[in-house]
């Protein structure tokens, strides 16, 4: 059963920003959101699922080089969300865009629907 669910995402030009949004209406893994590691992942076409910014239970961020200084990921314990903001988005950061705990769960299953971001040139 996967409780997180993704939405924000959209048809935007380059340049433009969007701001995503993850909530957990359960536990995950059966983990108390909070004690968890959490992550946006980034499927692009043709490509596979890649982890594009991180952030621990306590706090401390990672992203990928490619998002660095444009993306900002951010977390509520208390409502147990997950947001990024994306600023001036790119062609390439066109894909669906999930989160979930890091590291990513091996099972398709223990995925959520994800939120399409097309980015157009």
């Known amino acids: 059963q996967v409780d997180l669910v993704e939405s924000g995402g959209g048809l935007v030009q380059a340049g433009d920003a969007l701001r995503l949004s993850c909530v957990a209406s359960?536990?995950?893994?059966?983990?108390?959101?909070?004690?968890?590691?959490m992550g946006w992942y980034r499927r692009a076409p043709g490509k596979q699922r890649e982890l594009v910014a991180r952030?621990?239970?306590?706090?401390?961020?990672n992203y990928v080089d490619s998002v660095e200084g444009r993306f900002t990921i951010s977390r509520d314990n208390a409502k147990k969300t997950l947001d990024l903001q994306m600023n001036s988005l790119r062609p390439e950061d066109t894909g669906v865009y999930y989160c979930?705990?890091?590291?990513?769960?091996?099972?398709?299953?223990?995925w959520g629907q994800g939120t399409q971001v097309t980015v157009s040139s």
């Open positions: 359960g536990k995950v893994s059966g983990r108390i959101f909070s004690t968890v590691a």
């Open positions: 952030i621990s239970r306590s706090g401390s961020i």
């Open positions: 979930n705990q890091v590291p990513g769960p091996v099972r398709e299953r223990d």
